[in-house]
C-alpha cells in the first residue's frame, strides 16, 4: 500500500476500488473466532476501525486515516497451533474456539503464513510415525501440546518450536532429521517444556534440538535475532510503517537522550538510535533483553543500553535520581501502562512522549492521565496490524504543553 495515496483518500474508498469482498471466505471464521469481523470488505473493516478509533481517541483530536494493507492475507509470520486428540483418537491440531479450549481443527489459516501452516500439518501426519502423542487436557495426559512457527519474511529463516509436557523425546534425531528433509528452509528447532495447567503456550525451560535456537528477520535496515519466548510484531509489512511512523513523531535531531520502554528485543529502540544521542531499552522479558543486547552488538549500535526491568519500576527509579530523558517511546501490552510508569514520565517531563499501542482502549485511559499532567495529543495515525480481526494499532505524538 503506498501510504501517501492512502492518507488522502478515506480508507473505506481506496479499498473498495481493489478488494473483493471476503464473506464467508474461511469456513470456520465463526467458531474460530480469530478474525471477527472477517465478514467485511476489508474497505468496510477499515472504516470500522477507524470509527471504533475515533469514538475512543476523537477528543483528544484529529485522528488520522487508517493505513491499511495492499494484500491483507497471510500476513502472520508467528503461527501456533494447539494439539489433541478427538474422540475417534486422531490427532487434531487447530485453534482454541474463542475463550474455550475446545481446538478447532484449521489446516490452513487466511491470515498466517502459508509456510508455517504447512509445516504444523505435516508435523502432525508424522507424529505416529515417531510415537508423538498429543496432549489430551481431559486425562493430562499426552506430549505435545502445541506447535509454534515463527518465519523471517525477510530471510526466510524459520524457527519451529515443539511445546511438550515432557523433556524426554526418545525419537529427537529422527524426528529432526525427517523434518529437515521435509524443510529444508527450517533453520532451528526447540523443544519448549510446559507442563503447567496454564493458557499460556510457552513454559519456562527450552532445549535446542537443532540450529541456533533463534532466527533472525531485517526490519528498516536492521537485523534482529528473535528467540522463541521473544516478542516481535507479528505483521512485518505494518511494522515498517508503524516504526516508521513513531520515529518521525519523535522528531529526533542526533542529540537525544531517548527512553524506549517495553522494549522487546531492541526493535523501536535500534530505528531510533541511528538519529538520537542514545536511546536506553528497558524490557521485562530476559530473553527478550538478551536478544537485543546481541542485535544491538550485530547492528553495530553503539548509543544504545538495555535494562531488564519492569519499566514502571525503572521509570521511577529514574525520576528518583532525577535523570533525564528528552523523549519517551513507550508500546506497552494490550493491559497498556500503569501510574507508576506515568507518573515517572510526568516528573522526568521529557519533551515528547511517543505511545505505540496495540489496544484503543487502555491507550485512551493512559492518554487522559498525561493530559491531566501537562501533555498535549499532537498527531494519532492509526495502523492496520491485523487485517481481519477487531484489533488496531495506533501511533501517538504528545508534547510537553509548555513546548
Ligand atoms: C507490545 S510488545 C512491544 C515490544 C517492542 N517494542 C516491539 O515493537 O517489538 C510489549 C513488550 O513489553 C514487555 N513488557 C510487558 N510488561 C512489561 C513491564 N511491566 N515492564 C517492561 N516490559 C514489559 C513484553 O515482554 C513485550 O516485549
Redesign the pocket.
Known amino acids: 500500500m503506498n501510504r501517501q495515496s492512502n492518507k488522502r483518500t478515506h480508507p473505506s474508498a481506496a479499498f473498495r476500488k481493489t478488494v473483493r469482498r471476503d464473506d464467508g471466505k474461511c469456513p470456520v471464521y465463526r467458531r474460530c473466532g480469530g478474525c471477527q469481523i472477517q465478514n467485511m470488505s476489508y474497505g468496510r473493516q477499515l472504516e470500522f476501525k477507524q470509527n471504533a478509533v475515533e469514538k475512543l481517541l476523537g477528543r483528544f483530536g484529529h485522528v488520522q486515516p487508517i493505513i491499511g494493507m495492499e494484500h491483507p492475507y497471510h500476513y502472520r509470520n508467528k503461527v501456533q497451533a494447539a494439539f489433541s486428540i478427538d474422540r475417534n483418537n486422531r490427532i487434531i491440531s487447530g485453534v482454541y474456539q474463542s475463550s474455550t479450549h475446545r481446538i478447532v481443527p484449521i489446516d490452513s489459516c487466511l491470515i498466517e503464513d502459508e509456510k508455517a501452516d504447512e509445516i504444523i500439518v505435516s508435523i502432525r501426519k508424522m507424529m505416529r510415525s515417531f510415537k508423538m502423542t498429543a496432549y489430551d487436557e481431559r486425562n493430562e495426559r499426552g506430549f505435545l501440546r502445541h506447535v509454534l512457527v515463527k518465519r523471517g519474511f525477510a530471510t526466510n529463516q524459520i524457527m519451529v518450536v515443539l511445546v511438550a509436557t515432557s523433556p524426554i523425546f526418545a525419537a529427537k534425531k529422527h524426528f529432526v532429521k525427517a523434518l529437515l528433509e521435509k524443510y529444508p528452509e527450517i533453520t532451528t528447532i526447540v523443544l519448549n517444556i510446559n507442563q503447567k495447567h496454564t493458557s499460556m503456550v510457552l513454559g519456562d525451560r527450552e532445549m535446542v534440538l537443532y540450529g541456533p535456537g533463534y532466527i533472525e528477520d531485517v526490519l528498516c535496515g536492521c537485523i534482529f535475532r528473535i528467540s522463541a519466548k521473544?516478542?516481535?510484531?507479528i505483521n512485518p509489512v505494518q511494522?515498517k510503517i508503524l516504526?516508521e511512523t513513531a520515529v518521525s513523531y519523535a522528531q529526533l535531531t542526533g542529540t537525544e537522550t531517548v527512553i524506549?520502554?517495553?522494549?522487546?528485543?531492541g526493535?523501536?529502540g535500534m530505528v531510533a538510535s541511528k538519529a538520537a544521542g542514545q536511546v536506553i531499552g528497558?524490557?521485562?522479558?530476559r530473553d527478550?533483553v538478551r536478544d537485543a543486547i546481541a542485535n544491538a552488538k550485530r547492528n553495530e549500535i553503539k548509543n544504545i543500553y538495555f535494562h531488564n526491568?519492569?519499566?514502571?519500576e525503572?521509570m521511577v527509579q529514574m525520576a528518583h535520581e532525577g535523570a533525564h530523558a528528552d523523549v519517551v517511546l513507550m508500546?506497552?501490552?494490550r493491559a497498556g501502562s500503569?501510574e507508576a510508569f506515568l507518573s515517572s514520565v510526568v516528573t522526568l517531563a521529557p519533551r515528547r512522549v511517543v505511545y505505540?499501542s496495540?489496544n484503543p482502549q487502555t491507550l485512551a485511559r493512559d492518554l487522559e492521565f498525561l493530559v491531566k499532567h501537562g501533555y498535549k495529543v499532537r498527531r494519532m495515525q492509526p495502523v492496520d496490524m491485523f487485517p481481519h480481526t477487531s484489533h488496531t494499532e495506533c501511533v501517538v505524538e504528545i508534547e510537553k504543553e509548555s513546548v
Open positions: 521473544s516478542f516481535y510484531q511494522t516504526y524506549d520502554a517495553y522494549c522487546g528485543i526493535t523501536i528497558v524490557e521485562v522479558n527478550a526491568a519492569d519499566a514502571g525503572f508500546d506497552p501490552p500503569d505505540i496495540c
